[in-house]
Each structure stands twice: as C-alpha cells, then as structure tokens.
C-alpha cells in the first residue's frame, strides 16, 4: 500500500506567523489536490490527506510554575 509521511518542527516567532503559516499551508495544499485529484479516473483510488500542527509538548522540568 503506497503511504507517505511527514515529520518537521518550526517554531513561530509571533501567533501572527502562525496564523500565516495555517493559511498559507491550506492554500498550497488546497492548490495541490486541485492539481492531482481525478474524480473520474477509472484507474485511480482514494486517498485521505490529513495535515496536523500542534504545540509541542515540553518536558515537565522545562514548563513554567504555575
């Protein structure tokens, strides 16, 4: 079965980048699946895309007092 996957850390100097990044990222994947997908292909097959972005959770010794 054909699979792919991805694994990256960035880290964002402003929730404004962020943001940018999140829209800039679902536009060039949007832009792709209009590039690739063939609704009619007789040949084709399915294939999900699922793209995720969360903070990364740090060690407890690195986490501020609360």
Known sequence: ??????DGEIRFASVA???AFA??????????NGRYHE???K???DHRV??????TLRPE???PER
Request: aromatic fraction near 2%; proline fraction near 3%; avoid cysteine.
């Open 61 to 63: 010794q690195d986490r």
């Open 39 to 41: 609704e009619n292909a």
């Open 23 to 32: 829209h800039g990222l679902a536009a060039d994947v949007t832009r792709l």
């Open 1 to 6: 079965m054909a699979t792919f996957g991805m």
């Open 43 to 45: 040949s084709g097959r």
């Open 17 to 19: 980048d962020r943001a």
């Open 50 to 55: 699922i793209v995720a972005l969360h903070p």
